[in-house]
């Protein structure tokens, strides 16, 4: 961390600098959570979606595309998040012939920063999908941790096939203590979870400091190692900020893990879209 710009000043690039990514080792942030051991009990994948992607064509006009990438939970490192933004303004004055070219640069700069498969898609818009999951939010709690606390999550005298989601969910930056806003997806079959202890567990992460990726993790193995289940798998679908949205999803191994964004990430989209939109037409 001591090489990240996360929590410092930072200038904005003015020339493309492959040099600002900035890994982040799995293997540390597993060992931080006291997780190292259980890696082989999960897959995954890390979702990424920028929304301030741009660069020249050859007539130096500017383009932009919304960025996504995906890369599995098994490589190496993970990226640390303001250096993909640095990174990516560094683009913002270098021309490409094609969209392609672009495409192609960003993968290969990711893969030789992280050492590991990267897929990379630049479209026009955001890909969504609404899931329908049980919703834990208007659930009446009578308290909440001040730190995850796993020892509350509680099993019932049942088995279960559920899908259910809390959109209530918050943790902070590890290094700037900024609040990250998510909705965590939870789909289950095994014995029954009790949803007022799951929702318990959840809110008690309120001011909890982690990145994204560690949240996930450690809300996974504390689950599997609290309920007798079959089939697990945790999702968390983070509001973006500076333009980035982190999606990390993990499952129990055989689980196929595909991207969905929510409603309510589309809808900052979309307001977002439109505040440009009106700002365009103020302007003229």
């Known amino acids: 961390m001591k090489d990240s710009p996360l929590g410092k000043n930072s200038h904005i690039p003015k020339e493309y600098d492959s040099s600002l990514l900035i890994p982040l080792s799995r293997i540390d942030s597993r060992i931080k959570s006291g997780l190292q051991d259980f890696s082989s009990l999960m897959h995954g994948k890390d979702f990424w979606t920028s929304y301030e992607t741009s660069w020249l064509n050859l007539r130096g006009i500017p383009q932009n595309k919304i960025l996504n990438v995906t890369y599995s939970s098994d490589s190496k490192y993970f990226l640390e998040s303001k250096s993909l933004k640095l990174y990516l303004y560094s683009l913002n004055n270098k021309k490409f012939d094609t969209i392609e070219e672009v495409s192609s640069l960003i993968q290969l700069d990711l893969e030789q920063t992280l050492k590991t498969e990267v897929e990379v898609d630049l479209a026009s818009s955001p890909r969504a999908i609404q899931q329908n999951h049980l919703s834990l939010d208007s659930l009446a709690i009578e308290k909440i941790d001040s730190y995850p606390n796993s020892l509350v999550i509680e099993s019932e005298e049942k088995e279960a096939s559920e899908d259910l989601s809390c959109g209530l969910f918050r943790s902070l930056c590890p290094v700037t203590a900024q609040p990250d806003w998510a909705t965590i997806y939870i789909s289950y079959s095994g014995v029954a979870i009790n949803h ?18 560690e949240c996930v993790e450690r809300i996974f193995f504390d689950i599997t190692k609290r309920c007798k289940l079959d089939k697990l798998s945790v999702r968390a679908n983070f509001l973006r900020r500076g333009g980035i949205e982190i999606n990390p999803v993990r499952a129990t191994p055989g689980i196929e893990i595909s991207m969905f964004r929510e409603e309510r990430q589309c809808f900052c989209f979309l307001r977002a879209l439109w505040f440009i939109t009106f700002a365009s037409l103020i302007s003229i």
């Open 196 to 213: 007022l202890s799951i929702l318990r567990y959840l809110l008690s992460y309120r001011n909890h400091q982690s990145f994204h990726e």
